[in-house]
């Protein structure tokens, strides 16, 4: 009923930028919370940045200053904007995405595919 599909990623040298995108689609009556998480090899999965339907946006220590997330209502698609990325953060990176259908009462959570990000010279 609730598909999301992740664009973006790949390999980048350090220093360079990425974006990545996630786009929600089915029988979606409201979104809600949107956010970003990774797990690198032998992590755990982590938040890297979320952001409200109204409200201030989260971001992990680590990557604040460096990365940006949006969102587009009109599009339910929520981006994430990495710039000044280190080998630190090569991770499979996540979108979640907190949502009600239009077949439910509650809001559910929904998970993106994952995409491979790489940080390498």
């Known amino acids: 009923q609730v598909q999301l599909v992740q664009s973006g990623g790949g390999l980048v040298q350090p220093g360079g930028s990425l974006r990545l995108s996630c786009a929600a689609s089915g029988s979606i009556f409201s979104i809600y919370a949107m956010g970003w998480y990774r797990q690198a090899p032998g992590k755990q999965r982590e938040l890297v940045a979320s952001i409200p339907y109204g409200g201030s946006t989260k971001y992990a220590d680590s990557v604040k200053g460096r990365f940006t997330i949006s969102r587009d209502n009109a599009k339910n698609t929520v981006y994430l904007q990495m710039n000044s990325l280190r080998p630190e953060d090569t991770a499979v990176y996540y979108c979640?995405?907190?949502?009600?259908?239009?077949?439910?009462?509650?809001?559910?959570?929904?998970w993106g595919q994952g995409t491979q990000v790489t940080v390498s010279s």
């Open positions: 979640n995405i907190d949502l009600r259908t239009y077949t439910s009462d509650y809001v559910e959570d929904f």
